[in-house]
Structures are given as structure tokens and as C-alpha cells.
């Protein structure tokens, strides 16, 4: 039990403390630089197939494809949105996968 309500003031104590908004601003700030990545991966991709999806890991330079073509059919979006995330990584360094992925969810 003890274990939980520490878990609830954590999570409380970071919404209370700013870090959030200011996460969510910079997110915010990164839709006008993954917008264009979206639109470009989608025209690359249209029917999630594995060879558009090869195509556009080699497109971005983006190696290990045959990893994500591994993948269920089912999970072809969390694939893209990956490949997505990579890219925008090699735009904006340093800034946190869950930050660039709000990015894109913002869109």
C-alpha cells in the first residue's frame, strides 16, 4: 500500500511542479518540425506494405529495417511512428523519446 501512494505523490508532485506543462510546451513546439516527417513517411507508405516500409528506413538512413518488418502487421503504426521518432531525434538531440512521440500524437 505504501508502495502505491508513493507512486501518487510522485505522479502528483510532477504535475504540481511545472515539469509537465513545460514537456508538453516542448512538444508543442516540435509539431512544425514532425508534421513534414509525417506527411513524407505517409506518402512513402501508403499501404504499410514491406517494401515501402524498407524503403523508407533506407530513405532516412535509418538502419535495422528487417527488425521492424519482423513485426506483426498489427504493429506496422508503431513501426512508422519509431521511424518517425528517429528522424525528428536527428533534427532536435537530446530532447526524450516520450517528448518527440507527444510531438506526433499532437498532430
Not at 512513402?44 to 502487421?73: G, H, S
Not at 528517429?86 to 516520450?98: I, K, M, R, W, Y
Not at 507527444?102 to 498532430?107: D, G, L
Given at each position: 500500500?505504501?508502495?502505491?501512494?508513493?507512486?501518487?505523490?510522485?505522479?502528483?508532485?510532477?504535475?504540481?511542479?511545472?515539469?509537465?506543462?513545460?514537456?508538453?510546451?516542448?512538444?508543442?513546439?516540435?509539431?512544425?518540425?514532425?508534421?513534414?516527417?509525417?506527411?513524407?513517411?505517409?506518402?512513402?507508405?501508403?499501404?504499410?506494405?514491406?517494401?515501402?516500409?524498407?524503403?523508407?528506413?533506407?530513405?532516412?538512413?535509418?538502419?535495422?529495417?528487417?527488425?521492424?518488418?519482423?513485426?506483426?502487421?498489427?504493429?506496422?503504426?508503431?513501426?512508422l511512428l519509431d521511424l518517425a521518432t528517429?528522424?525528428?531525434?536527428?533534427?532536435?538531440?537530446?530532447?526524450?523519446?516520450?517528448i518527440l512521440n507527444?510531438?506526433?500524437?499532437?498532430?
Open positions: 500500500m505504501n508502495y502505491l501512494k508513493n507512486v501518487i505523490q510522485k505522479i502528483v508532485s510532477f504535475f504540481a511542479s511545472g515539469k509537465a506543462e513545460a514537456a508538453l510546451n516542448l512538444a508543442a513546439g516540435l509539431v512544425p518540425k514532425a508534421l513534414p516527417i509525417v506527411q513524407e513517411i505517409a506518402a512513402l507508405v501508403p499501404n504499410r506494405t514491406d517494401q515501402e516500409i524498407a524503403a523508407a528506413f533506407e530513405k532516412f538512413a535509418i538502419p535495422a529495417a528487417a527488425q521492424y518488418l519482423a513485426a506483426p502487421q498489427g504493429h506496422r503504426g508503431y513501426v528517429q528522424v525528428l531525434a536527428t533534427e532536435v538531440p537530446g530532447v526524450a523519446t516520450n507527444t510531438a506526433f500524437s499532437s498532430q
